[in-house]
């Protein structure tokens, strides 16, 4: 029989026991792989690195209206070149073709190398909605908050925002088009950006850990993007970071995850990193977490760091709740976004009540 544990011990040992716990496997597991065989093969070859930045389109209210193409122009005018890094830009399924061709035309402009994961508004016409999430909706409003009930609806509408976001999809494509060119391959967010130290320590943490086949990156969220000129600035990476693979690292993201649903925590979680994604909500109408992976426990956290640029509004990106105020920003964007793609392209679906 199961000896009885009061919520109280529960909580206690969540927040002392599990991260102890945790460690000590992580230890072991780094020592008997870096002793193994296995971690030669991450030996071999140059440092050489391919940067991606993946330019999505704007979410109104979560981000500002033009704020890909005012961060994508900062990023070009101010950011230095990198020693052993070619970059790269991924135009991800941008629906809007105004905005498409003016950030087409900037990168352009500045000779930067790119390619493109074009939208087809005759492939989003087809798509239909998820039938599995309709028991949640069909039962009366009282049964969900309005906050549970947007996540419920964009859960049915998760083709859809799989399709026109494209958050893993563009990551992977950038992953398996980097690993043609590269050994370390940064498949990062379009809004990121490296100052000259930050990629010194990355550069340098790569080639002192070159067995890890998966380098943390920390990530700082900016509310004045001048930050990034200034060479001494420390900053406070408490944020969902990003990573770095190497070339014949195993893992790659799941694809059947929506903007929005931990698309890259849940890849963290998989190898073993820490953070306050562990402890996010999950619904019932969720793909489950996957469990831990082959490769889990092979990552080092990276001295080096990389900046988020604005999103052109504060109270999203500092403060107590400014991470509730992201995801409720987030989740009305997804949702305008897809009503306009449907009313441009489709039909609404009544049944949904959006």
């Known amino acids: 029989m199961t000896p ?29 792989y870096a002793k193994s065989s296995a971690s030669e093969i991450y030996r071999q070859g140059k440092d050489d690195f391919a940067l991606y930045r993946i330019l999505g ?6 981000h500002r209206p033009g704020q890909t193409l005012a961060n994508l122009e900062f990023c070009l005018k101010h950011e230095p070149e990198f020693e052993d890094c070619q970059k790269w ?8 073709e105004t905005r498409r061709r003016e950030i087409i035309a900037r990168l352009d402009t500045y000779e930067q190398n790119y390619f493109t994961i074009d939208f087809d508004p005759d492939e989003y016409a087809r798509i239909e ?10 039962g009366p409003r009282k049964m969900l908050d309005e906050k549970s009930r947007n996540r419920a609806v964009l859960a049915a509408l998760r083709p859809k925002v799989l399709y026109a976001i494209n958050n893993n999809g563009a990551r992977n494509a950038a992953l398996e088009h980097g690993r043609k060119r ?3 391959i940064l498949p990062f967010d379009g809004n990121c950006m490296i100052s000259g130290r930050g990629w010194r320590n990355i550069r340098q943490t790569a080639k002192r850990s070159t067995i890890f086949p998966y380098h943390i990156v920390p990530m700082h969220r900016l509310t004045d993007n001048d930050s ?7 900053p406070v990476s408490g944020e969902e970071p990003q990573i770095m693979f190497h070339k014949l690292s195993g893992e790659r993201f799941d694809p059947r995850l929506p903007y929005g649903r931990s698309p890259k925590a849940e890849l963290l979680m998989r190898l073993g990193v820490r953070g306050p994604w562990d402890h996010w909500e999950v619904d019932p109408w969720d793909i489950p977490p996957a469990p831990s992976c082959a490769d889990w426990g092979r990552f080092v956290m990276s001295e080096g760091w990389v900046g988020r640029l604005y999103s052109g509004n504060a109270t999203q990106e500092t403060g107590r709740k400014s991470s509730v105020r992201r995801m409720a920003n987030r989740d009305d964007g997804i949702l305008r976004a897809i009503a306009e793609l449907d009313e441009r392209y489709g039909s609404t679906d009544s049944e949904l009540n959006i």
């Open 4 to 32: 009885y544990v009061s919520k109280k011990l529960q909580k206690l040992q969540n927040k002392y026991v599990a991260p102890f716990l945790h460690a000590h496997r992580l230890k072991k597991e780094r020592e008997t």
């Open 129 to 138: 909605n998820n039938p599995d999430v309709s028991s949640y909706l069909d």
């Open 57 to 62: 389109n704007d979410l109104p209210p979560r």
């Open 89 to 96: 830009w991924v135009v991800n399924r941008i629906f809007d």
């Open 228 to 234: 990034m000129l200034d060479e001494q600035f420390s």
């Open 182 to 184: 590269a050994k370390w």
